[in-house]
């Protein structure tokens, strides 16, 4: 975060060594870190073991599963499943993008213009997850429905015959199409991406804008030159807050969707709750989860933040 | 002057190297080493681990199937149920049939609705199951196919039948011998389930719907009509409409109903699979027809005139929910006195009463006639005999079959 920029300036070589500190206070770090390694290590580190070695196992649910290193598995879930795969990468993407569009302004907004609607603004932008996800999902079957008014407005405006052809819809209905799926991502991921930019938006130092404008920037200038670069953790953080989760889930996919929508999520709950088949469900999740790695890694690195938010 | 040598790198290469180990984010710092070392250490422990963890076949749970029966001892039964499947008072508090139960027996019922999906709940408990472990509960309600899972398994316990006598006598004929408990010796049906063609008339708009062919071919039907996820309810109806026997398929047969239902689905003429929340789309008009549990139906027609429900003349599908005592239940005698007393004909009135499915008990009519004259009389919960020629169950299958079937089945639902 910014309060690196607050750090004590290194010690130059000249200055006399520091008495080493007591031995006990050098423990503290690591009984700090204690509670948090733990948590760590019984409910991240051992179900990942417990995952993978099920990845590579074979049998029944009858006959037991047994580790026989059956790496095949991985190269058969890939090859069978990539449609879904891509498809969670396309919707996650999109969603992302759609939310950066969407939050961006606004927190913008909240951070530079909104006065001592601030709060309020800020509380509305929470509000929504003081209902659960899945009724917040529900509602957007309810607001979308075939015959409703939201439909209905936008075929006259003839967006659906646009959207039609772009192939994100199908016929005059938005629910039960990709668009559908997005619009739901969008929505659930919003504030996952607002909170990261507002706190780096509002840390901006408001002398910055007045001495770009005292040099003569346009506005447009100095958003693009002095703004938006010292914005980018915050953009950073939001896009990997949106488009990591939404990469893998399946209640918008399974709520708003229909079967040409399905997401790699979907088929994960799939193979692991109906068909039981654990092998292939557990290398889906490897593969989704080295997936989301790399491209979050040449995502950091192309985007020159190193440090997130 | 230096020798070229192939082997060994060239000074300058050499302090590159050292350099690059020095600095940078590669340094190679004395803790790095050491992290590193733990690293290897912690994979080479993982890899161990990983081939340590395997999953114990299920059938061969360790430990016996039975716990010591406290029965007699805690007068207690612990019964977990799906949602909205009991009689509850206005109040909402009290569940009439159960506290008469109590009243009578001394037992109390430890009452939970933690089952919502016959899938998930298998995921819950199996874990203890598999390990032979107690689940904490006494009395589960699974459907069918899932029960018959479980009994293949040997995770649940054999039923005694001189704690059942009214169960053994009162069980309708249509649900007393399922082929994956002959003779009820696990199980006894808690409700019946009918799988039938439920319409919004408003949506459909003078289109006439009279079977599943109609759902999947009429035009004005495009991207309308929704099927459930319940692979059985799913294809037993399409294999009814196409004229075979949900009792009696083959591979083939199987085969040939999912490519027809892939051909509604690639045309776009299905808008989606779905579990329980059909209701929502029925109601609001995205659904103008879709398969759907009669149950619910029947509540959804008390509340919205617009929607109705059809029996195809091809037949409907009738699955059972059923009352099982997992092994190492503490309170088994309990559990079977709790499962006798709803083939009681009156307490099973009362509870037909209220929740609207197939009552699985012989000689309901008259105490439900006291009760409510229209249940007594709608088919749907006393089916007659011309309803019970039609009603058709779905056989059940091997390990192997079911495997190959849900996941033919996943394919056509799109994961």
């Keep these: ?309 | 002057m230096e020798q070229f040598e192939p082997d060994r790198p060239s000074p300058a290469q050499l302090a590159a190297m050292r350099r690059s180990l020095r600095n940078g984010r590669a340094a190679m710092t004395r803790r790095s080493l050491l992290r590193a070392s733990a690293g290897g250490a912690l994979a080479v422990g993982g890899l161990g681990a990983l081939s340590a963890c395997g999953i114990p076949a299920a059938g061969k749970s360790q430990g016996g199937e039975a716990a010591d029966d406290l029965s007699a001892k805690e007068k207690t039964v612990s019964f977990s149920n799906w949602t909205e499947y009991m009689d509850v008072d206005d109040s909402g508090k009290h569940h009439p049939t159960l506290e008469a139960f109590t009243k009578r027996t001394g037992v109390k019922v430890k009452y939970t609705e933690d089952i919502n999906d016959n899938n998930e709940f298998f995921g819950k408990i199996k874990p203890q199951l598999a390990a032979g472990q107690a689940t904490g509960r006494d009395i589960i309600v699974l459907t069918d196919w899932l029960a018959g899972r479980l009994i293949r398994l040997g995770w649940v316990q054999k039923l005694d039948p001189s704690n059942l006598p009214h169960a053994f006598a009162n069980l309708s004929q249509q649900f007393r011998n399922p082929d994956w408990d002959p003779g009820r010796a696990y199980s006894y049906p808690w409700q019946g389930i009918s799988t039938v063609i439920a319409y919004n008339k408003k949506a459909l708009d003078g289109v006439e719907v009279k079977s599943v062919s109609d759902m999947l071919d009429n035009p004005r039907l495009k991207g309308r009509v929704g099927f459930l996820t319940e692979m059985r309810d799913t294809i037993g109806m399409t294999l009814l409409d196409m004229d075979k026997r949900p009792e009696k398929f083959t591979d083939d047969d199987y085969d040939a109903v999912v490519a027809r239902l892939q051909k509604a689905v690639d045309k776009g003429q299905i808008r989606r699979f779905t579990g329980n929340d059909y209701t929502s789309d029925l109601t609001s008009g995205d659904f103008a027809a879709c398969i759907a549990w009669a149950g619910d139906v029947v509540q959804l027609k008390a509340d919205s005139p617009d929607i109705d429900f059809l029996i195809p003349d091809s037949g409907y599908m009738t699955s059972s929910d059923n009352m099982l005592i997992p092994n190492k239940a503490r309170h088994k005698t309990n559990a079977e006195r709790l499962i006798d007393y709803y083939f009681e004909p009156r307490a099973a009135a009362e509870l037909a009463a209220y929740i609207n499915y197939v009552c699985p008990v012989d000689g309901v009519k008259e105490e439900l006639a006291k009760i409510d004259e229209d249940a007594a009389n709608n088919p749907l919960i006393l089916p007659d005999q011309a309803m019970q020629a039609k009603s058709h169950a779905f056989r059940s299958l091997s390990s192997k079959e079911e495997t190959a079937y849900e996941e033919k089945f996943a394919k056509l639902t799109g994961a």
């Design chain 1, 1 to 309: 975060m910014a309060t690196l920029t607050e750090a004590p300036p290194p010690l130059s070589p000249t200055a006399p060594a520091k008495t080493p500190p007591r031995r006990r206070g050098r423990l503290v770090p690591y009984w700090l870190l204690l509670p948090g390694i733990l948590w760590l290590l019984v409910f991240f580190a051992l179900p990942m073991i417990y995952q993978a070695s099920t990845s590579v196992q074979t049998g029944s649910l009858e006959e037991g599963y047994e580790v026989t290193w059956h790496f095949a598995t991985y190269w058969d879930a890939l090859s069978e499943y990539y449609p879904q795969f891509l498809r969670s990468v396309l919707y996650a993407g999109s969603a992302t993008v759609l939310c950066l569009i969407l939050g961006y302004p606004l927190a913008y907004l909240i951070a530079f213009r909104a006065g001592r609607w601030r709060n309020l603004i800020m509380i509305l932008v929470i509000a929504p997850f003081f209902t659960s996800f899945l009724i917040r999902t529900l509602a957007w079957k309810t607001i979308l429905a075939d015959g409703g008014p939201v439909v209905g407005a936008l075929n006259t405006l003839h967006v659906l015959d646009v959207t039609s052809w772009l192939g994100m819809t199908s016929g005059d209905r938005v629910l039960a199409t990709p668009l559908a799926v997005v619009c739901g991502l969008t929505y659930n991921f919003l504030p996952f991406m607002i909170l990261p930019l507002y706190s780096s938006l509002e840390r901006i130092d408001g002398r910055l804008h007045e001495a770009a404008g005292d040099l003569y920037a346009k506005p447009i200038t100095t958003f693009r030159k002095v703004t938006f670069p010292l914005s980018m953790p915050g953009v950073v953080s939001g896009t990997l807050l949106t488009f990591i989760p939404a990469a893998g889930d399946y209640v918008n996919a399974d709520l708003l969707g229909s079967a040409d929508t399905r997401m790699v999520g979907n088929v994960i709950q799939t193979q692991f709750l109906r068909i039981l088949d654990y092998p292939t469900a557990a290398a889906l999740s490897f593969i989704l989860m080295a997936a989301i790695l790399v491209m979050v890694t040449v995502y950091i690195r192309k985007s020159g933040t190193e440090d997130l938010v």
